[in-house]
């Protein structure tokens, strides 16, 4: 069997953001380094947003940027005044284009397409078995995703961010170039929390996106009816659909990290790297791969690394919430928004605000949900 010193199970996004900034450091060339995943990164299979301050070591590659964007309710709607922040889309082929062209340059990285089926830690090393052959590594990095562990147990809840979303083309000038929709909750909410979200590249062709925050997904069809209403709602009848999107996140504060061990870390979405009260991955995993490649140059336990922090418990207030009213979503989005004053609430999400601003942007919601799912926790913690 060959020995590497680090195999990626999986080459997402989690995987390749860590990949590359190990590869640009520096600091790992006299590693050899593996990374399996049965899909090539060949195309454009998706697409990643975040809001930021400031520069980014993915600054070449965002596709869009924007400076405001509109939040909607059945009551309301604002521009949001992102004060300094900007939202930025990423395409899946720019990004994969921009990692595999520095990865190319590293001759200790290799990328192999097989399809990972079981890894053991056997102390002194980890046992990676795929359809075709078995490798050796001293450290493991799994980013593949078990829903069932999550799914196994009460103690936290387990949503979905699930949509479709279509990439439409029109004639004539239906959406408004310079200002996504960010969340428009004046859609049926049928029970649950659902709200259209919408990119616009130009005036002539957007991304319009049906999104859930709830434990089941739809039938596709129910989704689509959703998107082709949204659309003739807004005067678009006439259009070509480019290309369509379909995705579900995991939202939940299940802690993923306990299933490391010494020499076996969980990272993306099968360590817990997406953002459990709204489902977005890209700003997370980019702070996490981050920390993971400094930890990596001083220790070697991965059994340290622990994600559990006071944003931790204030995903799990919400998930509770949601869980057990799905069909509040929109009232405690649409409090948090309502001022249209976006850049504090970016700040509580990106987990880098004091105390004093959590409990600003906390208070802004309906306060009984929250003490409510705050006496239940305590009491079952």
Request: aromatic letters at 14%; proline letters at 2%; glycine letters at 4%.
């Given at each position: 069997?060959?020995?590497?010193?680090?195999?990626?199970?999986?080459?997402?996004?989690?995987?390749?953001?860590?990949?590359?900034?190990?590869?640009?450091?520096?600091?790992?060339?006299?590693?050899?380094?593996?990374?399996?995943?049965?899909?090539?990164?060949?195309?454009?299979?998706?697409?990643?947003?975040?809001?930021?301050?400031?520069?980014?070591?993915?600054?070449?590659?965002?596709?869009?940027?924007?400076?405001?964007?509109?939040?909607?309710?059945?009551?309301?709607?604002?521009?949001?005044?992102?004060?300094?922040?900007?939202?930025?889309?990423?395409?899946?082929?720019?990004?994969?284009?921009?990692?595999?062209?520095?990865?190319?340059?590293?001759?200790?990285?290799?990328?192999?397409?097989?399809?990972?089926?079981?890894?053991?830690?056997?102390d002194i090393n980890v046992i990676v078995k795929?359809?075709?052959?078995?490798?050796?590594?001293?450290?493991?990095?799994?980013?593949?995703?078990?829903?069932?562990?999550?799914?196994?147990?009460?103690?936290?809840?387990?949503?979905?961010?699930?949509?479709?979303?279509?990439?439409?083309?029109?004639?004539?000038?239906?959406?408004?170039?310079?200002?996504?929709?960010?969340?428009?909750?004046?859609?049926?909410?049928?029970?649950?929390?659902?709200?259209?979200?919408?990119?616009?590249?130009?005036?002539?062709?957007?991304?319009?996106?049906?999104?859930?925050?709830?434990?089941?997904?739809?039938?596709?069809?129910?989704?689509?009816?959703?998107?082709?209403?949204?659309?003739?709602?807004?005067?678009?009848?006439?259009?070509?659909?480019?290309?369509?999107?379909?995705?579900?996140?995991?939202?939940?504060?299940?802690?993923?990290?306990?299933?490391?061990?010494?020499?076996?870390?969980?990272?993306?979405?099968?360590?817990?790297?997406?953002?459990?009260?709204?489902?977005?991955?890209?700003?997370?995993?980019?702070?996490?791969?981050?920390?993971?490649?400094?930890?990596?140059?001083?220790?070697?336990?991965?059994?340290?690394?622990?994600?559990?922090?006071?944003?931790?418990?204030?995903?799990?207030?919400?998930?509770?919430?949601?869980?057990?009213?799905?069909?509040?979503?929109?009232?405690?989005?649409?409090?948090?928004?309502?001022?249209?004053?976006?850049?504090?609430?970016?700040?509580?999400?990106?987990?880098?605000?004091?105390?004093?601003?959590?409990?600003?942007?906390?208070?802004?919601?309906?306060?009984?949900?929250?003490?409510?799912?705050?006496?239940?926790?305590?009491?079952?913690?």
């Amino acid at each position: 069997m060959k020995h590497y010193n680090y195999i990626f199970a999986g080459a997402g996004l989690s995987s390749l953001m860590t990949v590359y900034r190990m590869a640009v450091s520096g600091r790992f060339s006299d590693k050899s380094i593996l990374l399996l995943d049965t899909d090539t990164k060949q195309a454009n299979d998706r697409t990643w947003c975040f809001w930021q301050r400031g520069v980014t070591i993915w600054d070449d590659i965002i596709f869009r940027r924007w400076e405001t964007a509109l939040f909607a309710s059945k009551d309301f709607s604002a521009d949001l005044d992102f004060e300094g922040y900007e939202y930025n889309m990423i395409r899946g082929i720019d990004f994969y284009d921009f990692v595999f062209t520095e990865i190319k340059k590293h001759k200790n990285i290799e990328f192999i397409h097989q399809k990972v089926v079981d890894f053991v830690d056997l102390d002194i090393n980890v046992i990676v078995k795929t359809e075709t052959e078995s490798y050796t590594c001293n450290k493991l990095f799994n980013s593949i995703y078990n829903p069932a562990l999550a799914a196994s147990q009460k103690q936290y809840p387990v949503l979905q961010q699930h949509f479709i979303g279509w990439h439409v083309k029109t004639s004539t000038s239906d959406f408004t170039s310079d200002k996504p929709t960010f969340m428009d909750f004046s859609i049926p909410q049928r029970g649950n929390t659902r709200f259209m979200y919408v990119l616009p590249f130009n005036d002539t062709e957007a991304i319009v996106e049906y999104t859930l925050f709830s434990k089941d997904l739809l039938p596709i069809a129910e989704y689509e009816e959703v998107i082709k209403q949204y659309l003739s709602d807004k005067g678009v009848t006439e259009y070509e659909i480019v290309d369509k999107e379909r995705g579900s996140i995991p939202m939940t504060s299940y802690k993923f990290w306990k299933n490391n061990t010494k020499n076996i870390l969980n990272i993306g979405s099968a360590g817990g790297w997406t953002k459990a009260s709204t489902g977005y991955t890209f700003k997370n995993a980019d702070k996490r791969s981050r920390e993971l490649v400094h930890f990596l140059q001083s220790q070697n336990d991965f059994t340290k690394l622990c994600k559990q922090n006071k944003f931790w418990f204030y995903d799990l207030l919400l998930l509770d919430i949601l869980a057990r009213k799905n069909h509040k979503g929109s009232a405690m989005f649409s409090a948090m928004f309502k001022g249209g004053n976006a850049a504090p609430i970016f700040k509580f999400l990106d987990e880098e605000t004091t105390l004093a601003e959590d409990l600003a942007v906390i208070l802004k919601c309906p306060k009984g949900l929250f003490i409510k799912a705050l006496v239940r926790r305590m009491l079952n913690l």
